[in-house]
């Protein structure tokens, strides 16, 4: 089955710099890659998602980019702000399968 | 915004006793997960319903576990005998369509076996 890897699994970045978090997957036939947000003692929210068909996804502050031959994709955090600070978790799913597969997630600490 | 609401947010059960999670999903989806998340530990898949059946589970998902849309706007989780190994958030999550579709998640009960 699938096999989600992220790493770091935790980061800290100052005020105003850019984050980067990487994951990478195993199955070739993975094609939906969400991201999700979650802050203590909530439930993951989504934030970006990338399909395979697409290599990068923004939404403001947010992008995505997936490198279909190398098996990875990376979330971009830019301009980051203390209320970015939060557990990301990178997670996939296989052509027609409904069930998500999620990387082990990163602590992510903004310091003002 | 619409969002997947799940009671209780904490539930203190006997080992060997059974447990009932309650979900419900945004109004308007059709698809219905359940996750579990150990402290600590990853976002684990158990089981996805659609049309009143399941449609896909995990290994985790034994027969100790069912899940149930027991009417037009609630969906339930049950654990016949919890074990300590049970003990973990349980999310819920909801999507609009079936696979490869944003899926959106509660904020979790947290079950604690003891």
Not at chain 1, 5 to 26: F, M, N, R
Request: hydrophobic share 30%.
């Amino acid at each position: 089955g699938e096999n989600v890897e992220q790493h770091p699994s935790t980061l800290s970045v100052q005020e105003g710099d850019s984050a980067v978090i990487k994951c990478t997957y195993s199955d070739s036939a993975s094609n939906y890659f969400p991201w999700y947000k979650q802050e203590l003692g909530k439930g993951p929210q989504l934030i970006i998602d990338i399909r395979s068909n697409v290599g990068e996804k923004k939404d403001q502050r947010i992008a995505v980019t997936l490198n279909k031959t190398a098996k990875h994709f990376s979330l971009h955090i830019t301009e980051t702000q203390p209320e970015d600070s939060a557990v990301y978790f990178c997670a996939a799913s296989t052509y027609g399968n409904e069930k998500l597969t999620f990387g082990t997630g990163t602590r992510l600490t903004i310091i003002p | 915004e619409p969002e997947v609401t799940q009671t209780p947010s904490h539930q203190v059960t006997q080992m060997g006793q059974e447990v009932i999670l309650r979900c419900v999903p945004i109004s308007n989806h059709l698809y219905f997960y359940w996750y579990r998340q150990i402290l600590g530990q990853k976002v684990e898949f158990l089981v996805s319903f659609y049309n009143n059946e399941i449609s896909e589970k995990s290994e985790i998902f034994d027969d100790q576990f069912s899940v149930e849309r027991p009417d037009g706007s609630n969906f339930t989780l049950k654990i016949r005998s919890t074990k300590l190994e049970d003990s973990a958030m349980y999310f819920c999550a909801s999507s609009v369509s079936g696979p490869n579709q944003p899926q959106h998640f509660g904020d979790g009960t947290r079950l604690s076996i003891l």
